[in-house]
């Protein structure tokens, strides 16, 4: 079956602490991207990736940081520096171009302790 | 700037009881409209793309429309399994980017 898929499905991150995040994707999708969902509020991208070795900010990069080193894979790693990271993070792919609907993985439940 | 508002933010239906969400949006040249359904602790799902005014695209009880300005998702006859928080987001011609609305939480009581 093609997806997407992340995990893990829960972390827990003590102050201080940087965790990676894993999505991966067999859709054969070129583009994919990382966002933040809290309580009550809109999907906030934090950065995307339109082709290998290439990813651009969203509007909250600040804190987090990615890699594309392989098309189906697109982590991303909430560092210590990142104020406020307890969330629901969510990925998704599409096709390449700028339209296309886009995908969603299941999404990771991230706590700071 | 782009905008996406969603309204109502929460509906309570009865089994049954017909209704319809309503996404407003601002943007600069539409390339796109989507729907989403999203359950609780889960990932959004696709719904439906809507590229132009006039349009509309239908999947079970769901019936999406579009206009210039604002997007409706009616729901016919709806099922307990229909609650969920439907989210609505827009492409613009002046960002890459998805805007998303809070979206509207919707409870369906049998």
């Known amino acids: 079956d093609g997806g997407i898929t992340q995990s893990p499905k829960y972390l827990f991150r003590k102050e201080g602490q940087n965790v990676t995040l894993s999505c991966e994707q067999n859709?054969?999708?070129?583009?994919m991207y990382w966002y933040r969902q809290d309580p009550g509020q809109g999907l906030r991208l934090i950065y995307y990736?339109?082709?290998?070795?290439?990813?651009q900010k969203g509007d909250i990069a600040e804190g987090y940081s990615v890699s594309r080193e392989k098309k189906e894979s697109f982590p991303l790693t909430v560092t210590s520096a990142q104020k406020n990271p307890t969330a629901f993070y969510l990925c998704?792919?599409?096709?390449?171009?700028?339209?296309?609907?886009?995908?969603f993985g299941p999404g990771t439940r991230l706590t700071v302790l | 700037e782009d905008q996406v508002t969603q309204s109502p933010e929460a509906l309570r239906l009865q089994e049954g009881e017909s209704s319809s969400l309503n996404c407003s949006y601002t943007?600069?040249?539409?390339?796109?409209l989507f729907w989403y359904r999203q359950d609780p602790g889960k990932g959004p799902e696709f719904l439906f793309t809507?590229?132009?005014a006039g349009e509309e695209k239908e999947k079970e009880r769901l019936k999406a429309t579009l206009t210039k300005k604002e997007s409706f998702l009616h729901i016919t006859a709806p099922k307990p399994e229909d609650s969920a928080t439907y989210l609505c987001?827009?492409?613009?011609?002046?960002?890459?980017?998805?805007?998303f609305g809070s979206g509207t939480r919707l409870l369906v009581r049998p």
């Open positions: 987001a827009v492409h613009g011609d002046s960002s890459y980017k998805l805007i």
């Open positions: 990736s339109q082709i290998v070795n290439d990813f």
């Open positions: 998704a792919s599409s096709s390449l171009g700028a339209y296309n609907e886009q995908f």
């Open positions: 859709l054969n999708h070129d583009a």
């Open positions: 809507l590229y132009s």
């Open positions: 943007v600069s040249g539409l390339r796109g």
